[in-house]
């Protein structure tokens, strides 16, 4: 029963001042085992609040972030999933489901995280599943100013993951969840 | 050690005698489940069928509605679950996740726990099916009971009745393995061979078949039927037969339900299963409701200790308290555990069959009643005997408790209790003084519930107890006794150096006899104790001196005599010549005065009692020879002053100044230790006799004494001391206490009487007033030494004498303080 919260394009300081604080009431250090962030924190200081609540941070560049030394992208292994992460601003046409899933077969993932769209998405891809956590903050994108603060928890439990997603509309929470269950074994790589 | 299997006698326990004769005993599970009120009293086995099946299912039940696995959807309930509530990082603590959380909190703490008990079975207890089942148990029952959450220490409590149920299932096991065919699965009363024709006929041997398959439970001609069997196995198969009454739910000792039986064990353990003691008390820190004192219940049951502990040994406890040695530092573990930590696990199973035996009834159910206990320890039988258990195992060790004044140490001998002990006598010891405890109704709402009660209430409960029925004998008190000792000591060998040249003909007996004297006061100036008490009683006159003889002999009679008086005397004056007479000659010549003017008082003529002293005071620093002579060539007093000049030399061998003051009083008190058991009417019987023997002997003595003094005054030493006894004698027989003088001649009689009551304050009154008197007379005295010092030749003597003079002043005064104190009593 792990639980892997994933989320990016804060653009704090720049585009947004902190996240929400209704989520921010919600994350709590010592539930959660893992943290993926697809990118564009900006600064350091929000990697370092990260890294309060877990200290596994795994973290991919984005184009804004100002630490420059995130790789692009990242894979890692979490209990029976292969979990691929990336900003996405190198995948175009950005946010393209086939695009993406053709970063996903490169990856070798079966969970696949992306952002710098902003939007909350999630598909059933091909015995996969692609995420887009959107903007923890809201901050504004390269497309468009509508944007509602969100992120993606994750709960991996053998062969089955629970996906829940939580939305910050018109000033409340909202939680939806999707089921995924894999069909098939992971041997563990060397990643 | 899985194998081990414990067999033990059947003790008789009180609640239920059918089972006894069915021979449940040996199956410490069932019968551990029937004192704990789990199962019925009843002498059916379908009964205890049913009941184990009806626990079994309320804690499956309580599993899963407890133990929460947030993944598992909700059936049959609402359509979809309000995510909002439901997610993991709900805030919120109704939602599933909270809960889960909150969870495995719990099971951390526990699983800490756990990974600790009991590494040197952990063969059993650390394999993980065993802490997986521990781990739920622990887990349920907190859960269940979320005002007292877990505590450190449930885990000790629920290990050893997991344990009993699995050594059970083993015995079940090989009973099985030994009586196999009753438990084949036969439900027609056939059995089936191997191939599989139901209706193997062969019609030629039908008459035999016949025979062989048709009876009562047999199935071969081998098995013998069920009744044939002890009833002891009978018992066994018929609660674990498959098909009883709730089928495989009520097999009593089953594999499959270790876990349902132990969590009902448990819970029954904790919640006193509506009796007085309930373990879970222990454990919580808020005081209980009825509680008369405010304390936290496990404060409150180890002060319950502590008081029961002063009845029973209250020098022991005195002793514990003086040091700081709090109840509670030792008792939290003991109580809260149930002694689990202290004893090693098969002792440990043998000491709560004796508890879970006890009946847990509360006895005192109205609160008008002013007779009840105010502890909620002694309030019922288990709970008596617990507390009894703990006082036994501190008096298990109270001579290594006497030992240290250091109270670490003691704590240290009592956390780490000993590995070998007799555990058999412990607790039969237990046992005892459960009777006691439960009939203690001294004091206890008088009883202060200050963490740190004093020492008085200590002596005014021992005080209680001289009236009252008989108690183990209460040794003297420790600290006095050293301190006298010390003086003592310290006054003989000034003695002995200032003596030299003295005559050396004065018979051993006397020196003997003012050395007891000196012991004797020593023994009485101590502050009164429950024994001095009964000592005064014993045919107590107003005389001081006889009372002091009295107990001197008493005393001596107790002692036993191994050192003879060669060993004693050489190591004395060994000691004597290393120590310096300026430091000791203050009490020496104190005590000596006391003495000279006690034998003055005693004996019927003033003369010969001043010249007595005289002779006295001029015993020589006589050699061992000398004295071991006088010592064989006394002949009718040597009978009697023989054995108290031995026992005396004894004593005075035990109060070897090389010794620390502690251990000088520990010799009298282990041989005082020897005889608590003794029945104090036949002692006094005894010491009575002796005291006959010993008061006429001496008397006697002194008489004899007199005449030998008057003829050798000629040739005694000092004339200073001599003349200042003459020019005292003369003073001191007119200001004699009549009462005093007359007495002795009335003494024989009076103490052939036997124990003559007397009141206790009374007497220790007189003594402090004669001793003013005679420190007033002993002022005097020196006084007029120091008139006659000057006119002196002898330098020697002179110096010996200012020194002692001056030192006697300083001693004199603290003496004065003394028989103040006395006096005031």
Redesign the interface.
């Known amino acids: 029963m792990v639980l892997v919260l994933a989320l990016g394009d804060l653009h704090i300081p720049h585009r947004a001042a902190d996240l929400p604080p209704k989520f921010k009431s919600m994350l709590v250090p010592g539930k959660i085992q893992h943290i993926i962030c697809t990118g564009n924190l900006c600064i350091k200081e929000v990697q370092d609040y990260l890294k309060t609540l877990c200290p596994d941070l795994h973290i991919t560049r984005g184009e804004y972030d100002e630490e420059t030394r995130y790789p692009e992208t990242k894979t890692l292994t979490i209990g029976q999933f292969k979990l691929g992460l990336c900003h996405g601003h190198q995948v175009i046409p950005w946010g393209d489901l086939d695009s993406l899933a053709m970063l996903q077969r490169q990856l070798d993932v079966d969970i696949l995280v992306t952002g710098h769209t902003h939007q909350f998405t999630a598909y059933k891809h091909e015995g996969g599943v692609v995420i887009n956590p959107g903007s923890a903050t809201g901050a504004y994108s390269s497309i468009t100013y509508d944007v509602n603060p969100s992120f993606v928890l994750m709960d991996i439990d053998g062969l089955r993951v629970v996906v829940y997603v939580y939305e910050l509309i018109d000033g409340e929470v909202k939680v939806d969840k999707i089921d995924f269950k894999k069909t098939t074994t992971t041997t563990h790589s060397a990643h | 050690m899985s194998k081990e299997i414990v067999k033990e006698e059947a003790p008789p326990f009180s609640c239920v005698v059918s089972a006894e004769n069915r021979g449940l005993a040996s199956l410490r599970s069932v019968r551990w489940r029937l004192n704990l009120g789990i199962l019925p009293p009843s002498p059916s086995v379908d009964d205890l069928r049913r009941v184990t099946a009806d626990s079994r299912r309320r804690y499956a039940g309580l599993r899963r509605q407890l133990l929460v696995d947030p993944?598992v959807a909700k059936h049959g309930g609402s359509n979809s679950p309000d995510?909002?509530m439901d997610?993991?990082?709900?805030?919120n603590p109704d939602s599933t996740w909270g809960r889960f959380?909150r969870n495995a909190e719990l099971e951390k703490m526990v699983s800490q726990d756990l990974s600790r008990l009991y590494p040197e079975l952990g063969s059993y207890f650390q394999a993980p099916g065993c802490q997986g089942m521990l781990r739920r148990i622990l887990l349920l029952w907190c859960l269940k009971h979320p005002e007292s959450g877990y505590r450190q220490g449930m885990h000790e409590l629920l290990a050893p009745l997991l344990y009993i149920l699995h050594v059970d299932v083993e015995r079940l096991s090989e009973v099985r393995k030994i009586h196999e065919d009753h438990f084949i699965d036969k439900f027609d009363g056939l059995s089936f061979e191997e191939n599989d024709v139901t209706y193997s006929f062969d019609f030629k041997k039908v008459l035999d078949s016949m025979e062989d398959e048709v009876g009562s439970q047999g199935n071969s001609k081998k098995v013998r039927s069920l009744d044939e069997l002890d009833p002891e196995i009978q018992t066994i198969i018929l609660l674990t037969d498959a098909y009883g009454a709730e089928g495989e739910l009520g097999i009593v000792l089953s594999e499959k339900f270790m876990e349902h039986d132990a969590y009902c064990m448990f819970e029954a353990l904790m919640s006193g299963a509506g009796g007085s003691v309930a373990m879970a008390d222990f454990f919580s820190p808020i005081p209980a409701a009825e509680s008369q004192s405010g304390l936290p219940p496990v404060i409150e049951a180890s002060v319950a200790l502590y008081h029961l502990l002063s009845i029973v040994d209250s020098s022991l406890h005195s002793h514990l308290v003086e040091l700081g040695v709090e109840p509670q530092y030792f008792a939290l573990r003991w109580l809260r555990v149930l002694f689990g930590r202290e004893f090693s696990l098969h002792d440990l199973l043998v000491v709560w069959d004796e508890i879970l035996t006890a009946d847990n009834s509360p006895l005192h159910k109205d609160s008008g009643n002013e007779e009840s206990s105010c502890f909620n320890l002694l309030n019922s039988h288990r709970g008596a005997l617990i507390a009894a258990m703990a006082v036994s195992m501190i008096l298990y060790v109270r001579s290594s408790l006497f030992a240290t004044e250091n109270a670490t140490t003691c704590l240290q001998r009592l956390l780490n209790f000993p590995e070998n002990i007799n555990l058999k006598k412990l607790v039969a010891k237990a046992k005892s003084l459960q009777i006691l405890a439960l009939n203690s109704k001294l004091s206890s709402s008088s009883f202060a519930f200050d963490v740190a009660y004093n020492r008085s209430k200590s002596a005014v409960s021992g005080h209680n107890l001289s009236p009252g029925p008989v108690s183990p004998t209460t040794p003297l008190s420790l600290v006095p006794d050293s301190y006298w000792e010390e003086k003592w000591r310290v006054l003989h060998k000034a003695e002995e150096l200032r003596q030299d040249s003295l005559d050396k003909q004065a018979p051993s007996g006397k020196r003997r006899w003012s050395d007891k004297v000196k012991l004797v006061l020593s023994r009485t100036e101590s502050d009164p104790s429950p024994a001095r008490a009964e000592k005064y009683k014993k045919g107590h006159t107003s005389s001081v001196r006889r009372s002091l003889l009295e107990d001197l002999s008493r005393h001596l009679g107790w002692e036993e005599d191994t050192e003879t008086g060669d060993c004693f005397d050489t190591s004395n004056i060994e000691d004597r010549q290393s120590i310096e007479v300026q430091v000791e000659g203050q009490n020496e010549t104190s005590i000596d005065s006391i003495c000279t003017a006690e034998e003055r008082c005693d004996s019927g003529s003033g003369t010969s009692v001043s010249e007595e002293n005289s002779s006295v005071f001029s015993d020589p620093a006589s050699s061992g020879s000398s004295t071991t002579n006088d010592h064989e060539n006394d002949t009718e007093k040597s009978s009697v002053a023989s054995n108290l000049s031995s026992d005396e030399i004894d004593d005075h061998h035990l109060n070897n100044p090389e010794d620390s003051p502690l251990l000088v009083s520990s010799p009298p008190e282990d041989v005082l230790l020897n005889y608590p058991h003794e029945n104090e009417s036949s002692g006094k019987m005894v010491s009575a006799s002796k005291q006959k023997r010993h008061l006429s002997g001496r008397f006697q003595w002194l008489l004899k004494l007199g005449r030998n003094n008057v003829s050798q005054e000629a040739s005694d030493k000092g004339v200073i001391t001599e003349t200042a006894k003459s020019a005292n004698r003369d003073g001191k027989s007119n200001t004699s206490d009549s009462s005093t003088a007359g007495a002795p001649r009335n003494s024989s009689p009076t103490i052939q009487r036997d124990v003559v009551d007397q009141n206790v304050m009374g007497t220790l009154k007189n003594l402090g007033q004669s001793m003013l008197e005679h420190i007033q007379v002993l002022e005097s005295v020196f006084q007029q030494d120091r008139v006659q010092v000057g006119s002196l030749d002898n330098s020697a003597k002179n110096n010996l004498v200012g020194k002692g003079q001056v030192t006697a002043m300083t001693a004199l005064k603290e003496l004065r303080k003394i028989s103040n104190l006395l006096s005031e009593m």
């Open positions: 993944h995510l909002v997610n993991p990082l709900s805030q959380f």
